[in-house]
T-cell receptor
Framework: GESVGLHLPTLSVQEGDNSIINCAYS??????FIWYKQESGKGPQFIID?????DKRQGQRVTVLLNKTVKHLSLQIAATQPGDSAVYFC????????????FGTGTRLTIIP | NAGVTQTPKFRVLKTGQSMTLLCAQD?????MYWYRQDPGMGLRLIHY???????AKGEVPDGYNVSRLKKQNFLLGLESAAPSQTSVYFC????????????FGQGTRLTVV
């Protein structure tokens, strides 16, 4: 079946460095992607999204890159801060506007002071 | 602003017992969702609602029932709890159907023994 997954379960980054979190998806019909951040003991928090007709989208300190050829999604966080420590996971849906998202399992990002 | 509030935060049930999880949102959102989060797995949609008085099945609806009698509340019921329902449950709400700006509650950790 179709699935959304992450390459690495854990990632440690020095404070101030940039971090890159990857996500692979298998559904070639995926149309819409979202990145979420989940801090310990809290619910997921929306970070940034991207449609399949785009390759790149930037937010505040975050950039999402979409490579449809290899079905790969990445989240780049610039100048990481201690508050960036969390689990990050991607989600996808084949139809923009579809409430049924498929979520990845997540990557735990740890910021080293 | 309270956002999305889940009650209770923790609960231990015996197999066969019943309980109701309450989700309340004060953002006047039309759409509400119940997810479960299990170790090593992404969030999975249990049930959702596109408006007051309406509910629909998600990916893993078996063993759960929901009701949306008031726009601000979305209840998740377990009629006869099973150990397989041990999980962390998240409620979310969104103004727009595409679930882009979904706001999540803090979660309910349920253990069924």
């Amino acid at each position: 079946g179709e699935s959304v997954g992450l390459h690495l379960p854990t990632l440690s980054v020095q404070e101030g460095d940039n971090s890159i979190i990857n996500c692979a998806y298998s559904n070639s019909a995926s149309d819409y992607f979202i990145w979420y951040k989940q801090e310990s003991g809290k619910g997921p928090q929306f970070i940034i999204d991207i449609r399949s007709n785009m390759d790149k989208r930037q937010g505040q300190r975050v950039t999402v890159l979409l490579n449809k050829t290899v079905k790969h999604l990445s989240l780049q966080i610039a100048a990481t801060q201690p508050g960036d420590s969390a689990v990050y996971f991607c989600a996808e849906t084949p139809n923009f506007g579809n409430e049924k998202l498929t979520f990845g399992t997540g990557t735990r990002l740890t910021i080293i002071p | 602003n309270a956002g999305v509030t889940q009650t209770p935060k923790f609960r231990v049930l015996k197999t066969g017992q019943s309980m109701t999880l309450l989700c309340a949102q004060d953002m006047n959102h039309e759409y509400m969702y119940w997810y479960r989060q299990d170790p090593g797995m992404g969030l999975r949609l249990i049930h959702y609602s596109v408006g007051e008085g309406t509910t629909a099945k998600g990916e893993v609806p078996d063993g759960y029932n929901v009701s949306r009698l008031k726009k601000q509340n979305f209840l998740l019921g377990l009629e006869s709890a099973a150990p397989s329902q041990t999980s962390v449950y998240f409620c979310a709400s969104s103004l727009l159907r595409r679930n882009t700006e979904a706001f999540f509650g803090q979660g309910t950790r349920l253990t069924v023994v």
